[in-house]
């Protein structure tokens, strides 16, 4: 499969997943193994190419629109994500209990 990105296709050359948010009925579309060439250009040729990845939730409509999204890439290094799942907070619940 070949990588691309623009803002109305998501392809993965590795590792991607699309999944449909019961909560809200948004898209969580995981790009786990993008990757490119010295030049910056979308590649599938996974020895020569640096490995990135990207996160997103878009809203199910046509055109989506994306609501959120999370890119992590380094230079210096490789990334790919697999299994990603959203959680509703980083943070424990404001209410308390006895």
């Not at 898209?27 to 010295?38: K, N």
């Not at 290094?77 to 990603?84: D, T």
Request: hydrophobic residues 40%; aromatic residues 10%; proline residues 6%.
């Amino acid at each position: 499969m070949v990588a691309r990105m623009t803002r109305t296709c998501f392809l993965s050359s590795f590792i991607i997943e699309a999944d449909t948010l019961p909560e809200t009925g948004n898209v969580h579309l995981i790009s786990g193994g993008l990757m490119t060439d010295a030049n910056g250009e979308f590649t599938t040729n996974f020895g020569a190419a640096h490995h990135w990845t990207s996160i997103k939730e878009v809203i199910h409509d046509s055109p989506a629109e994306k609501v959120w999204e999370l890119v992590i890439d380094d230079p210096a290094g490789g990334w790919a994500s697999y299994r990603v799942e959203r959680v509703p907070s980083l943070y424990p619940s404001s209410s308390t209990t006895p």
